[in-house]
């Protein structure tokens, strides 16, 4: 069963596109390691206010990524530009 992972944080407006830049490279570093992320999507709400949204194939790619992309360059660079970061895991029960 798939599972999206909705991550909510807080940037400065300023870093607006090297943060694009950190997540397109963060993405790319994640699939290159590790199976299972489908779809990656990032979304700004206003100026400050971003959201991640990652979709993987199951609970089991995306707890495998957990243990292991925190320490990666990649994961640091990126959210080294965020605060107030809040994730949430939602279980893909239907789809139409």
Same mark, same amino acid.
């Given at each position: 069963?798939?599972?999206?992972?909705?991550?909510? +944080? $807080?940037?400065?407006?300023?870093?607006?596109?090297? &943060?694009?830049?950190?997540?397109?490279?963060?993405? @790319?570093?994640?699939?290159? %390691?590790?199976?299972?992320?489908?779809?990656?999507?990032?979304?700004?709400?206003?100026?400050?206010?971003?959201? =991640?949204?990652?979709?993987?194939?199951?609970?089991? @790619?995306? $707890? #495998?990524?957990? $243990?292991?992309?925190? =320490?990666?360059?990649? %994961?640091?660079?990126? +959210?080294? &530009?965020?605060?107030?970061? #809040?994730?949430?895991?939602?279980?893909?029960?239907?789809?139409?």
């Amino acid at each position: 069963m798939s599972i999206i992972t909705i991550t909510r +944080f $807080q940037a400065d407006p300023a870093d607006a596109d090297e &943060l694009r830049a950190r997540h397109t490279a963060l993405v @790319s570093a994640t699939r290159a %390691a590790l199976p299972g992320l489908t779809e990656a999507r990032l979304g700004r709400l206003d100026d400050e206010t971003w959201v =991640g949204i990652w979709r993987w194939d199951s609970a089991a @790619s995306l $707890q #495998a990524a957990r $243990q292991a992309v925190p =320490g990666n360059a990649e %994961a640091a660079a990126a +959210f080294s &530009l965020t605060r107030d970061s #809040a994730v949430e895991d939602i279980e893909v029960l239907d789809e139409h």
